[in-house]
């Protein structure tokens, strides 16, 4: 099971902070379903031993500076234009459009024992959202989890009854963690259970970036493919702020010129590329129901 087991201690202060609980069960009312990117090996999520690889996320330098441009130079607004951007990935891989992501507390001047290190995110979102709407909507849900932060997690696991429909040994409300390194300390998610962490880094005018994965969950051919959607989805919607989610691509070049070879067949025909990202997305939906399937249906 996930390790919600309360201290004493923890039993005090979720007994002390009304409000902030008043806030967490109202912001997770309503069904709760685990965002993640579909599984290479669904199989393995019982008992398994996990092992984490890395690789590496680049931008380009046009993307970069786009991004710091946008977030004026402040690393805050740089994690909230970055967490939108996993949002709109996650959105666009699961079709789900009630997407949660965690991210850590603020690093803190004084380091000790905190009731938690680490902020439920979760956006609830429409088709005709823009880009720019759900900036503003990461940013209100990033400032209202920090300022509600001290109401100890397990205590909302345990009052939602929520479990993990992957394993019990992991996070029921989240299974994406999105860290700057800059504001946050890579310390306080070390011993928080997660399967993937889009990890980034402002360094001389530069974002360098890692994605680390759960290998015995995800092929490194998967993990590539993310990352390469997570640098087409910026090229198009960081010059267009106000494109409505389910516009925007996410497709790569190598991705369209694949997806040409397949539906041309080595035929020379006309072909609408809108028609190809859907077939895309169906494919997408095909791979997730084939990998969540009950069996023996």
């Not at 919600?4 to 201690?9: A, Q, V």
């Not at 997407?99 to 507390?105: D, V």
């Not at 998610?189 to 680390?212: C, G, M, R």
């Amino acid at each position: 099971m996930y390790k919600n087991e309360l201290s004493l201690e923890q039993v005090v202060i979720a007994n002390q902070f009304v409000k902030e609980k008043e806030y967490w069960l109202d912001k997770l009312q309503g069904e709760i379903e685990k965002t993640y990117f579909p599984y290479d090996f669904p199989g393995n999520n019982e008992s398994r031993q996990e092992t984490r690889n890395k690789i590496d996320l680049h931008f380009s330098e046009e993307i970069d500076s786009r991004l710091l441009s946008i977030a004026g130079n402040s690393e805050r607004r740089l994690l909230m234009l970055l967490a939108a951007g996993l949002v709109v990935l996650l959105h666009k891989y699961t079709g789900n459009k009630d997407i949660i992501i965690g991210t850590p507390i603020l690093k803190q001047e004084v380091q000790g024992d905190f009731v938690n290190t680490l902020l439920i995110l979760r956006h609830r979102l429409d088709a005709g959202t823009t880009f720019k709407e759900l900036l503003y909507m990461v940013k209100q849900t990033l400032v209202e989890a920090t300022e509600n932060q001290n109401y100890p997690i397990k205590s909302l696991i345990r009052e939602l009854k929520l479990h993990s429909p992957v394993s019990g040994d992991e996070n029921p409300l989240f299974d994406c963690i999105i860290l700057l390194e800059n504001i946050h300390d890579r310390g306080y998610i070390e011993d928080s259970p997660f399967n993937i962490l889009f990890s980034f880094k402002v360094e001389q005018e530069k974002i360098p970036a890692h994605i680390e994965y759960n290998s015995t969950l995800y092929s490194e051919d998967m993990i590539n493919q993310i990352v390469r959607h997570f640098q087409s989805l910026f090229r198009h919607v960081l010059f267009n702020l106000d494109l409505p989610l389910d516009q925007i691509p996410v497709l790569s070049g190598d991705d369209r010129r694949r997806l040409l070879d397949e539906f041309n067949n080595n035929e020379t025909i006309s072909i609408d590329f809108n028609t190809i990202v859907d077939w895309f997305e169906n494919q997408v939906k095909k791979k997730i129901q084939y990998l969540f399937r009950v069996p023996g249906n």
